[in-house]
Nanobody, 123 residues
Framework: QVQLVESGGGLVQAGGSLRLSCAASGLTFRRYGMDWFRQPPGKEREFVAAIDRGGDNTYYADSAKGRFTISRDAAKNTVYLQMNSLKPEDTAVYYC????????????????WGKGTLVTVAS
């Protein structure tokens, strides 16, 4: 019964900030990389940010670079997405995912997903 529960979404004005949280339970948190994805209204899901198991390496989509910061707190089994300088185009449902590496392909596999939290950025 793995659960990933996102929180922290809401309505914010353009230029503002939000911090999203994703609380993980039912898994060994340190064994999973953690990713954030988002799905804007009427659009496909897209990658936002990732952090490796130890929290030493991060990766960002171009749309997030310089504005968003992903981090994780092992003691709290929680991954965060700090979002600054928000733009209307950041409006989306934000999802977190727990990932593993598929050794045969050296690719990331999204093992578990949260149900999402809605971020609305007003212009």
């Amino acid at each position: 019964q793995v659960q990933l529960v996102e929180s922290g979404g809401g309505l914010v004005q353009a230029g503002g900030s939000l911090r999203l949280s994703c609380a993980a339970s039912g898994l060994t948190f340190r064994r999973y990389g953690m990713d954030w994805f988002r799905q804007p209204p009427g659009k496909e899901r897209e990658f936002v940010a990732a952090i490796d198991r130890g929290g030493d390496n991060t990766y960002y989509a171009d749309s997030a670079k310089g504005r968003f910061t992903i981090s994780r707190d092992a003691a709290k089994n929680t991954v965060y997405l700090q979002m600054n300088s928000l733009k209307p185009e950041d409006t989306a449902v934000y999802y977190c995912a727990a990932t593993t590496i598929q050794l045969s392909t050296s690719s990331s596999v999204m093992e578990y997903w949260g149900k999402g939290t809605l971020v609305t950025v007003a212009s």
